[in-house]
């Protein structure tokens, strides 16, 4: 894990004047565009500091793995995907074998994920259009991927992203939240919102970015009440207080591995 020492010395983040926390002229609707740009960009570089290991965190060894494993993930958590995925791809590894497989039995081991009737409907379509289609091989045009049953925009973008290299934005429902939590769009439609943050920041930084985020919003940026004073990014949130801003307070309230380094952070943050 970063030093986070080292980090706070070694990268341009908040404003040489600071501001009170939450007292961004965004929060006034007095951004410029300008202003907009330059703040996302330094939200990025702060939380590639904070979260120096994000990462995709849905387990896969392959794009076949990691297309199934995203589709799985449709309103569960990845924990629970995780939890099925060692059987389902020792059973089938290919998309020949999901295309003849049983629907009861990718059934009996996807329940736990919800929805696993459509779901396992889609993996079997899925495994189908494959093979008919493009030889076998996941196909990494988002153009293609998108007329995969059960595969949208942001589940194209997840392989993309970490499957082939190809920058995307994975615009799930923590992204959605804490763009509009951090005012950075105010578009609400996921294509647009897409768009709207695709503009900000640079492209070759949109995958992670996306982790960056995700990773922000389940560790720190709650949905309920976020960890505001234990936030990095109190000086660039225009929503700071949200939650408690109470130091001891929201530290109660940061999880994940990562805990200990975000709050050495936000408290070598507030000394600089």
């Given at each position: 894990?970063?030093?986070?020492?080292?980090s706070?010395?070694?990268?341009?983040?908040?404003?040489?004047?600071?501001?009170?926390?939450?007292s961004?002229?965004?929060?006034?609707?007095?951004?410029?565009?300008?202003?907009?740009?330059?703040?996302a960009?330094?939200?990025?570089?702060?939380?590639?500091?904070?979260?120096?290991?994000?990462?995709?965190?849905l387990d896969?060894?392959?794009?076949?793995?990691?297309?199934?494993?995203?589709?799985?993930?449709?309103?569960?958590?990845?924990?629970?995907?995780?939890?099925?995925?060692?059987?389902?791809?020792?059973?089938?590894?290919?998309?020949?074998?999901?295309?003849?497989?049983?629907?009861?039995d990718?059934?009996?081991i996807?329940?736990?994920?919800?929805?696993?009737?459509?779901?396992?409907?889609?993996?079997?379509?899925?495994?189908?259009?494959?093979?008919?289609?493009?030889?076998?091989?996941?196909?990494?045009?988002?153009?293609?991927?998108?007329?995969?049953?059960?595969?949208?925009?942001?589940?194209?973008?997840?392989?993309?992203g970490?499957?082939?290299?190809?920058?995307?934005l994975?615009v799930?429902?923590?992204?959605?939240?804490?763009?509009?939590?951090?005012?950075?769009?105010?578009?609400?439609?996921?294509?647009?919102?897409?768009?709207?943050?695709?503009?900000?920041?640079?492209k070759?930084?949109?995958?992670?970015?996306?982790?960056?985020?995700?990773?922000?919003?389940?560790?720190?940026?709650?949905?309920?009440t976020p960890?505001?004073?234990?936030?990095?990014?109190?000086?660039?949130?225009?929503?700071f207080?949200?939650?408690?801003?109470d130091?001891?307070e929201?530290?109660?309230?940061?999880?994940?591995?990562?805990?200990?380094?975000?709050l050495?952070?936000?408290?070598?943050?507030?000394?600089?």
């Open positions: 894990m970063t030093d986070p020492t080292a706070a010395s070694s990268i341009s983040r908040t404003p040489q004047r600071r501001r009170r926390p939450g961004h002229p965004a929060a006034k609707g007095r951004e410029t565009e300008i202003g907009r740009k330059k703040r960009r330094r939200i990025n570089r702060t939380l590639a500091a904070v979260f120096p290991d994000a990462h995709a965190e896969f060894t392959n794009p076949l793995e990691l297309l199934v494993a995203t589709v799985l993930s449709a309103q569960t958590t990845d924990v629970r995907v995780n939890q099925v995925t060692p059987e389902l791809f020792a059973r089938y590894s290919t998309p020949a074998a999901y295309s003849s497989a049983s629907q009861t990718i059934e009996e996807i329940r736990p994920t919800g929805f696993y009737r459509a779901k396992a409907a889609n993996l079997i379509g899925l495994g189908q259009k494959l093979v008919a289609d493009y030889g076998g091989a996941v196909p990494t045009a988002l153009e293609d991927l998108v007329t995969l049953p059960g595969v949208g925009r942001k589940t194209a973008h997840v392989v993309r970490n499957a082939f290299g190809k920058p995307g994975t799930d429902t923590h992204f959605q939240r804490l763009v509009h939590r951090l005012m950075l769009t105010e578009e609400r439609d996921p294509v647009a919102i897409e768009h709207a943050i695709g503009a900000l920041v640079e070759k930084e949109w995958t992670m970015f996306s982790h960056r985020i995700i990773f922000h919003g389940r560790r720190i940026c709650h949905a309920r960890a505001c004073g234990a936030c990095p990014l109190a000086f660039d949130c225009p929503s207080g949200a939650g408690p801003t130091p001891v929201a530290a109660a309230r940061v999880t994940g591995p990562e805990r200990e380094h975000i050495a952070f936000a408290e070598t943050e507030k000394k600089q």
